[in-house]
């Protein structure tokens, strides 16, 4: 390491791979790597070399590598590994029309063109159909070029941050609810990202709902005293793939515990996939089926 080397803190690392802290000090303590080194109050720091390479090796086990066997490799073995096999855009689950254009834009870094793009399919297909037939699949499409290591973190940010954008102009110009079921949208603690619960608000705008958005990462507490103080008869959750797993259905629980019996609490996203059945809490995977959910409660 030089001494110009960037040094990360261990939550610095946290949020840059997506490893957790104990993650990284039982790879330490196992596999001998990472390898930090201290600062002057004693705390893990770690070189951006070694950074990268934990985004690597996060990346293949997102693939189905063992950690123990990843790190064994050098750096540039497992660069090599993580070389997508195959074109994205080329793949049969992947639109070959409109999806892989966009996906090329953002590839190509072209930011004004793929913004442009992007709000050319909103003005050709209205807020429903681009957020069903766009953005829910584009942002599918982008985790998975991230994943096989054909796009890079930046421009998983760009395009999120260029769809989240376009969908707050969108949902800002609709017409205000009037008479419509009142739903709290917000994320838990520890769950940053914004565009799953940016698209259920306009899909329940859309269908006449009033949307009280919080934004992300609301305390608990917090969520159960709004839903009491606007008088909401839902609480709806969006969590991403990249929240951890393990810690869905506690923090789920502990929140139904926190709100009145007669307020419902809906989940969605990619972060409930495979979640068992919880009392009390409604799962939402699809936009459809938070569609469904919102009639039924009308009924």
């Not at 190509?108 to 003005?123: D, K, S, V, Y």
């Not at 972060?271 to 009639?295: H, K, W, Y």
Request: glycine share 8%.
């Amino acid at each position: 390491m030089t001494t110009t080397s960037t040094i990360f803190s261990i939550a610095a690392v946290e949020r840059e791979t997506r490893l957790s802290k104990d993650v990284l000090r039982v790879w330490e303590r196992r596999y001998g790597f990472p390898q930090p080194v201290r600062d002057a109050n004693g705390e893990r720091c770690y070189p951006a070399e070694q950074v990268e390479r934990l985004r690597l090796m996060k990346r293949l086990m997102d693939q189905g590598h063992r950690p123990g066997a990843l790190a064994a490799l050098a750096h540039d073995a497992l660069a090599a590994l993580a070389v997508p096999s195959r074109s994205v855009a080329a793949d049969g689950d992947v639109a070959d029309g409109a999806i892989a254009r966009l996906l090329e834009k953002i590839r190509a870094r072209e930011p004004a063109g793929f913004q442009h793009a992007l709000r050319q399919c909103l003005a050709r297909q209205g807020l429903e159909r681009f957020i069903d037939q766009t953005v829910a699949p584009l942002t599918t499409a982008v985790g998975d070029c991230w994943e096989d290591g054909s796009f890079d973190v930046f421009d998983e940010h760009f395009y999120t941050e260029s769809a989240e954008r376009l969908l707050r102009q969108a949902i800002a110009d609709l017409p205000a609810a009037r008479q419509g079921p009142r739903i709290l949208l917000t994320t838990v603690p520890g769950e940053q990202h914004g565009l799953g619960l940016l698209m259920a608000e306009a899909t329940f705008a859309l269908e006449g709902a009033t949307c009280i958005a919080l934004g992300t990462e609301t305390p608990l507490l917090d969520i159960a005293r709004a839903a009491a103080a606007y008088g909401t008869g839902v609480v709806a959750l969006s969590f991403s793939a990249s929240y951890p797993r393990r810690q869905v259905a506690p923090v789920l629980t502990q929140l139904r515990q926190a709100l009145p019996d007669g307020v419902e609490l809906w989940a969605g996203g990619a972060g409930i996939a495979r979640l068992d059945e919880l009392v009390g809490v409604r799962l939402l995977p699809t936009l459809d089926s938070g569609r469904q959910a919102l009639a039924e409660l009308r009924a």
